[in-house]
């Protein structure tokens, strides 16, 4: 979103809330998730009105994941303050570009009341919204009554300051396949991601591919990759891989 006075990006904002709101919130409870994260949800989806905390060092790959399921299945996303996320990671996770809008981090330049407003704002129009937290305990109390009254999901990405979240996933560093004895090219990652929480009796755990070998999430107990011998000049390099445009 480009830049501009407060009052104009509400104006925009408002008008968006009309055209999806009445829309999204009449389907049910639950956005669906891709299948290979549902064991990490009680109710094998994201409950609207719960906040979702993803957490390590593939925080922001792992949300990405996590709302694809709800954007591909046509829930509108709103994605606050994460000026590295690239369209092209978006893409290959499986969301819907043209039922996402994202807000430059600049906007946090308007000070933190007009910054609460605007997240207000998202919530009132939008199924998902992707944010990075940094607001005082108060407006954070204030954000999470709203989203519960709203039916939206909020998902944090990194420490979730003073969000109370209903269920936290946490991602350890993945490791990577598909190299060689100095060739071949990076073809998926294995991930770990752990899930606790209010709403869960304990810990659940899960082994995902993330990215897979076709650029999205999937299960580890897909049947195995056979990697295809190659030669020194088809190697590429971590930057131009397909298939790991996903942020860290």
Not at 39 to 47: C, I, R
Not at 78 to 98: D, H, K, Q, T, W
Request: charged fraction near 20%; charge should be positive; hydrophobic fraction near 45%.
């Amino acid at each position: 979103m480009e830049r501009g006075s407060l009052h104009e990006r509400r104006e925009r904002l408002s008008k968006l809330v009309p055209k999806i709101g009445p829309v999204t919130f009449a389907r049910e409870r639950v956005l669906p998730v891709d299948p290979a994260l549902e064991p990490l949800f009680p109710e094998a989806g994201l409950m609207r009105g719960s906040v979702i905390g993803c957490q390590g060092p593939t925080a922001m790959s792992a949300a990405l994941a996590l709302v694809a399921g709800p954007s591909a299945a046509g829930s509108w996303l709103a994605i606050l303050g994460v000026p590295s996320l690239g369209l092209r990671a978006a893409s290959e996770v499986g969301i819907a570009l043209e039922r996402m809008v994202m807000v430059a981090d600049q906007a946090r330049d308007l000070g933190e009341e007009p910054w609460a407003n605007v997240i207000s704002a998202l919530i009132d129009g939008f199924d998902v919204i992707v944010l990075r937290a940094d607001v005082r305990g108060g407006i954070a109390r204030r954000l999470q009554s709203r989203l519960q009254n709203r039916g939206a999901v909020l998902v944090l990405v990194g420490d979730p300051g003073p969000f109370s979240c209903d269920v936290v996933i946490s991602c350890r560093q993945g490791e990577w396949e598909g190299l060689g004895h100095g060739s071949g090219r990076l073809v998926r990652r294995r991930l770990t991601l752990s899930a606790s929480g209010r709403r869960l009796p304990g810990e659940r755990r899960i082994d995902v591919w993330l990215p897979g070998a076709n650029g999205r999430i999937e299960p580890v107990t897909a049947p195995p990759f056979i990697s295809q011998p190659v030669t020194p000049t088809t190697a590429t390099t971590p930057e131009t891989a397909p298939g790991i445009a996903l942020a860290g």
